[in-house]
Each structure stands twice: as structure tokens, then as C-alpha cells.
């Protein structure tokens, strides 16, 4: 990058918050892909004045620049895949209010998603969006790539918490989109085009969010049974007589990676497990607990119903539903983990694809996720040094992709599309369909600096 | 119109599906704001391809197209301002599936709201969004105005309930947009781009929506209180114990209207009414409906709660509440309805503005609504044929929009712009975010066809 550039920026936001050195460079260059790009500076501007100062250069030069929260993201959305600037968001990170009255909360984009919920908790409220890495990642990060979680059957997912932004454009432009109320109807509804648009429209400093009353209590299920076929079929039944804020499911060769970890010997022949939770106010969870474990007994395909006696035995069961993805490496080195959706009556054709896949391939590919949502994280483990392994992982991905369309699903539902799913975009949707939404990207970012490479075809 | 433009879009929609009738032009000319405008023609497609081949021609000649349903609309929506052609999608009126155990709707956008609600509760589901017109009024409408209705305080409006559409462009091409499933993060958010874009940017020829379960038991409550203030303050606080699906108010002046429909007598003093509803499982609600009865004996300014002890009584308490609209024409001839929200908690000021604007420009104002999400109809009646009331209700008007603003609200929670807030949108909406709308307009729709002289300000 040119030093009158660099010079220019230093100015913005002052010589402590610009680095060009490697190490710095380095830390800003990788995200939970796996994959590294380097960009040429990165910056730490902490106004919004500054923020708009730096696009009126970057869109003046065409220099790419990319917002970067904690790195969490699964889709290569905070990666600068063409070099250029990383604003790191990190000193955007103030809670800014909670109304309580109101269940509003206002905050900066490097707000860690985990930190906001406990301070909602203290105000008796919830914020429940609860992606896998909460405890790390931003709420910009998560505003920009629609992030979701195991919450989202009952709650909703980041979109149907975000009620405006306050939002950088491409040309330095500061607008303010939504309103602060519950609900609002004026104009476009620009909040939600700028939720899951990747960064690739404008920059987010600053979230009004709702929040909603911290449920009183909660009961946890664990269901073991026959089959994929009979879970989802239990899943189906269940949703239509329950409100659980959980429905996740593991596969069999999920179970049988964190077997150990479960509070209990699984009996032979177990294929599917169901996580099962209720929240709400404690007479409410004690009557439909109470419902539900009834119901469980006895449905067709279920071996064994047990309801969480106590706080440790939840966390250990959450603890071996989360543990699936890290324990997986003790079977092979690298791993593609995809989180397409289907019709929740859709997943155990998705789990058979799959295990086909695996047998045919010599692949092992495992899958667990949101059964309630029908939101399935297709995991493929393989070794990249072996190169017939990484040519059937990449065919297998393509295989599941085609299915998951055929089933009526979509190739996303929680991380976006980034540079990981960017050429498969033409599969899911219709050229016209893309065609407006490079139209809106054309309009909104003439000059092509805001995150570029991300979510298009590079290839038309 | 010239006669050859006639003639070629009698060749798509044939000779009995297009009109240039006096009294059909005048059936396609009017809407709840009372306004008319005579379209040039109007035209009842029955296929997306006849769309699409409308709005080619409309787009190569730069004639006006508005879809119209049912008229229902308070803000001027489906009105042909600028002539053209009116498009009446009563032929779209099929629900092409329900799927039941993924709690999914497609349908056509003529299907009436209240149609969709009674063929989803043969299937034990439940579509939410319950506009005071929904006896009548359709989704295509609900969807392009980001229709809402009382009970959005517990599940959400329009919005929330819409996965995915298609879409005829203003140039003549399909889109689809969004997912069938629960989640979807593939590229940019054109679903609810679309939602509440009032037949701007394209006409919706399907919706696909979700369902959820049909609650099993509801009970209601009446509340009566001494002040707006103490009734506003208890509604926080039911908030935040409590999910009601229901909570509306009427302020003094609307009681007064309709206190011979209540099936009590009304203790004097009483300033505020409230309407509370919880659904859900039977269990649940026998519980938190015996919580929320103790709850409310006792509060601060609660003079009587009275439970609904049946059906009749729930009806009579509903039609008092529908009926405060229509029988405030006894006092004055004409109504100017606005539907603007503030934070719930704000609600006693809004009251107090409009109760100082009656009295100090001698017009009768009464407020009502949904006191949960802050969304108020504010009702200025007035007789119009009295010039200085005209001018004074008019006034009061521009006083309420810039108080609401003060307090942090928005001018329509769901009734959209349309004509009748066009010329406000500035007081809201900075200009560089209403900017941002319209090189959107504009890039969807460059020659203008789509429903012209709605949302934008005409004069700038």
C-alpha cells in the first residue's frame, strides 16, 4: 500500500491504532476456516467519524477493506481475501444502554455475544441468539452473517433481534436504519438488508437490539432411539404440541465420537439421540416437563427418555453435544463443516445421503445440529495431505449440496455464504435472483471496496 | 391510454380479465384513507407469466402499475395516484399447500388473511398476524405493507411470518427470494427487502410463510385503571413477567365512546382501560392466568381486573375494542387515523399531547391500540367540510408525528407511508438513509412503473 495512503489513514485514527507489522498483520488474517490472507494494514478506529473518514479513502482508492470481529466465523467473511485494510472492531465495544422497561439494548459492534447476555440476565432480561461461540464472538460479527444457535426453534435467529443499525456505506455515508420501537413500517426495510449481507455493504457501528424477558426456568430431555427415520418423525410430532427452546440432534457416528462423554451407557443399537429442553416461566416448565416426558415414553422408536436430575448432568450433556466438533479431530486431521437446512421431515434422507456418502467415499462425515429447525451441521473429516481424501471431501460437499436442493433446503442457515459456498450460489438460487442482488451491491458500493470476494461468483 | 397498448395487453390477459369500465375503474379507484384515483385500466392476471409480460410493456412505455387487494389499506397503498393500470390479483387466491409437519404455507397473494387462518387451524397451525381487517383484507397486501395487528406484542407481524416470495420485477423478470425452511442465510435478505416495500419495487405472486401450532386455551382479562401513566407502567411490568398474546389499551376519550358496549358499568375515574390475553397449552395457561389474575389485584391505579368467564363475554369485550373505530364517526364525520408507536413507556406522554392538542384545538382525539409494542392508532376526528377544523387537524397531526419522534418512536408501526406520511419521511429518516432508499427505487425500478408517488416525498 502507498505511504501517502498509509499517512492519510495514520491521521484518522492516529499512529497507535494502525499496523503494518507482521505479527499484527498475521493476527488479523485467519477466522474459523482454517484459511489465511494477509491484508496490508489493519486499524483500530473507535468513532464513527473515523470509520467514515477511512471508507472516503478506501472507496476514493478502491482499497478493499474488511470488518473483523472475534474471527469466529465459519464462511471466510472476515477474511481480506484481497488484501486491502482490517478495521478490527475491537474498540467498538461498549454496551451502550439496556432499557429495561422497554427490553432494548443499544451497543457497538465489538460487543462479545456472551458478555451482552449476562448483562441483560442482570436486568432480568435474555437475549437468546446462542451460536456455538458466544463466549468469543461479536454481535457485529453475528448481525453481518445472520448468525443463528440451538435457541433459534423457539427465539429466532440474530435477524429477529436486530431492530436498526447505525451503518458506514461504502462512500463514508452515515445512515441509520430501523427504528427503536417494537415494531416500525417506514420505508425499506434496510435493517434486514444490511443483516447477513457480510459486510459487503456497509460497515455496522452500532446494533439497537431487542430483548425479551429471561425465562424463569428450564428442563432438559435426552432422548435415545432407533433411528434417524423415527427421531425426525418424533421431532415433527413434538413441534406440534410443544415449544421447546432446544431441539438438537446427533447422528450415529456422532454419538458414537462423544459416547464417553454421555451420562449414561447407550444401549446397543441406538442411532439418533434428541436434546430436548423446555424454558419458560417455572409453573409453565413444571406442567409441560411433566407433559412432555410423558409423551416421550412409549413413541415409536424411543429407548430411553432421561430428564436432566440436576444443573451438572445439563452441562455435561451440552457438554458432549458441543464436544462433537473438537472430539472429531481424534479421527481424522481436518474437517469440512457445513450447516445447510432442510424441512425438518427432510433430515433423515439428508443423514442417509450422508452416510452413503461416507461408505462410498471412505469418508467419515458425521451430523448433528438444530433437528428443530431442520438446520444440520454436515461434518466431513478428512486428511488434506491425502489427495484422494481432499477429492472426495469436495465431491461429497458438491453431493450434499445438490441434495439438500433436491430436498427443498438451503445451503446456509446460520454462517453465510463467504468465500466458502460463494461458488455454489447458483445452485440454491436463479441468475436473476443473484443478478438484483449484485445490482443492489453495485449500487450501494460503486467501487467494489467493501469486503470484496465475499458471497458472489468470482467467476461471472 | 393509446388504444395499441390496450390492445396488447388484452392479448395476454384475454378480453374478460381487462377493463377501461367506468364502474370498474371506480371499484379499482378507492382505499381505507377514503381517497380516490381512477386507474386507466384494470387488468385481473391469473398467471406469473401474464405479470411479467404486463410489466414488460408498462416498463418499455412508463405506464403506472399498483396491485391491488382487497383495499384495505390506511395509507393509500394500493391507490393508482398517477393512473396506469391496476392490477387486481383476485385470481391469486389459492393456498397451493400447507405442509403440516413443517408448518409451512404457499399461497397466492389474493388468499384473504382470515381464509389462510382458518384452513391452517383445520391442520392445528396457526397464522399469527391478525390485522383488524383480516376478515377481508389479503396477504399480498399484509405483505407489501408490513401489516401487524394485536397480536404482534407475543408473536411478531407480517414480517416475521415470511420465508420467501417470488416476484415479478419491474422489467418483467422472476425472482425468487428466501427459503422454504426455518432458517437461510444465502445471500442478501430480499424477502424482507420486498416486505413493507408497499408495490414499489415488484408484484408479489407468491409467499411462502411459516406456521406455528395453534395455541390450545386463551384467557382474557379486563383491566381498569385511574391513569394512562399507571396503566402504561403496569404494562411494562406484566412485560416483564409475562407473555401475553394480547395487550391493548383505550385511552378516556375512547372508553367514553363505547362504554355502553362493555358488559359492566364503568367506576368513575376511570381513565385507562387494558386488554389482556395469554395463549398457549391449556396447563400453561390455567397457571400463568391464576399468576397473572393475583398479579394484577393490587397493582398501583388498578381499580378492577375482570376475567372473561366465557366466550360471549370475550366477544363482547373484542367488539368493544373493534368497535371504539367505526363508532367514533357518532361524534364527528371524518377521521384522520394514524398508527404511529413509541416506547411502550412513553405511551402516557403521547396520550397527554394528544389530550392537550384536543383541547387546545377544540378537535376530538382518542388513542387506542396496542399498548404491548408501543403501537397506538392515534384518531384525530373531525368534520372536513369545516375548514377551520380542517386546518386545525392537520395541524395537530404534524404536532403528534414530531412528539412522537421526540420520544423515539416512528410514524407507522403498520400501516407503512404510502401518500398520507410521504411528506414526513424526512422527519423520521435522515436523508442520506432515505437516499439510500431510493438509488434502490431507482435501480429496481428505473422507469418509475412501480406503484409511483408512494413512500418517497414528491417534492425533493
Not at 82 to 96: C, D, E, H, S, T
Not at 170 to 188: E, L, N, P, Q
Not at 415 to 442: C, F, N, P, W, Y
Request: net charge negative; hydrophobic share 40%; charged share 25%.
Amino acid at each position: 500500500m502507498e505511504k501517502r495512503i498509509i499517512r492519510q489513514l495514520t491521521d484518522i485514527v492516529g499512529p497507535e491504532n494502525i499496523s503494518t507489522t507482521e505479527a499484527e498483520l498475521s493476527c488479523a488474517s485467519y477466522d474459523g476456516t482454517g484459511r489465511e490472507y494477509l491484508p496490508e494494514a489493519v486499524l483500530w478506529p473507535s468513532t464513527v467519524d473515523e470509520v467514515s473518514k477511512i471508507m472516503i479513502i478506501s472507496h476514493r482508492e478502491g482499497i478493499p477493506v474488511v470488518a473483523r470481529g472475534a474471527g469466529s466465523g465459519m464462511t471466510g467473511g472476515a477474511l481480506p481475501v484481497r488484501g486491502g485494510l482490517v478495521l478490527a472492531m475491537a474498540k467498538f465495544n461498549r454496551i451502550l444502554s439496556i432499557d429495561e422497561a422497554n427490553q432494548t439494548a443499544i451497543v457497538e459492534p465489538g460487543v462479545v455475544t456472551g458478555v451482552l447476555q449476562a448483562e441483560a440476565r442482570r436486568f432480568g432480561l435474555f437475549y437468546p441468539p446462542d451460536p456455538a461461540s458466544l463466549k468469543f464472538c461479536t454481535i457485529g460479527g453475528n448481525v453481518a452473517e445472520g448468525a443463528g444457535g440451538p435457541s433459534a426453534v423457539k427465539y429466532g435467529v440474530t435477524r429477529d433481534y436486530v431492530k436498526g443499525l447505525e451503518v458506514v456505506l461504502a462512500d463514508g455515508r452515515v445512515i441509520h436504519t430501523g427504528v427503536r420501537t417494537d415494531k416500525g413500517v417506514v420505508g425499506y426495510d434496510l435493517t434486514r438488508l444490511f443483516v447477513g449481507s457480510e459486510g459487503t455493504l456497509g460497515i455496522i457501528t452500532k446494533v439497537i437490539l431487542r430483548l425479551i424477558p429471561q425465562p424463569k426456568a428450564k428442563q432438559t430431555f435426552l432422548v435415545l432411539l432407533d433411528s434417524m427415520k423415527e427421531a425426525a418423525s418424533l421431532v415433527a410430532r413434538v413441534l406440534s404440541r410443544f415449544t421447546p427452546c432446544t431441539l438438537e440432534f446427533m447422528d450415529r457416528t456422532a454419538l458414537t465420537i462423544v459416547a464417553d462423554q454421555l451420562p449414561m451407557a447407550l444401549p446397543d443399537g441406538t442411532d439418533a439421540v434428541l436434546l430436548i429442553e423446555l424454558d419458560g416461566t417455572t409453573a409453565a416448565v413444571a406442567s409441560e416437563g411433566a407433559e412432555l416426558d410423558d409423551y416421550l415414553i412409549g413413541q415409536p422408536g424411543v429407548r430411553l427418555v432421561r430428564q436432566a436430575e440436576n444443573q451438572e448432568e445439563v452441562d455435561r450433556l451440552w457438554a458432549a453435544r458441543r464436544g462433537v466438533s473438537p472430539a472429531a479431530f481424534s479421527l481424522r486431521p481436518h474437517k469440512m463443516s457445513e450447516d445447510v437446512v432442510v424441512p425438518r421431515t427432510k433430515i433423515p434422507e439428508l443423514v442417509a445421503c450422508a452416510e452413503g456418502l461416507a461408505r462410498d467415499l471412505d469418508l467419515v462425515i458425521f451430523c448433528f445440529g438444530h433437528a428443530g429447525d431442520g438446520n444440520i451441521h454436515v461434518n466431513i473429516m478428512l486428511d488434506r495431505a491425502d489427495s484422494r481424501q481432499a477429492t472426495n471431501a469436495e465431491l461429497a460437499k458438491q453431493r450434499i449440496f445438490a441434495r439438500v436442493i433436491e430436498l427443498g433446503g438451503t445451503l446456509s442457515g446460520e454462517h453465510g455464504v463467504g468465500i466458502t459456498k460463494s461458488s455454489a450460489l447458483g445452485m440454491e438460487l436463479d441468475q436473476d435472483t443473484i443478478e438484483v442482488m449484485r445490482m443492489i451491491k453495485q449500487t450501494l458500493d460503486p467501487a467494489g471496496s467493501l469486503n470484496p470476494g465475499k458471497i458472489f461468483p468470482q467467476n461471472g
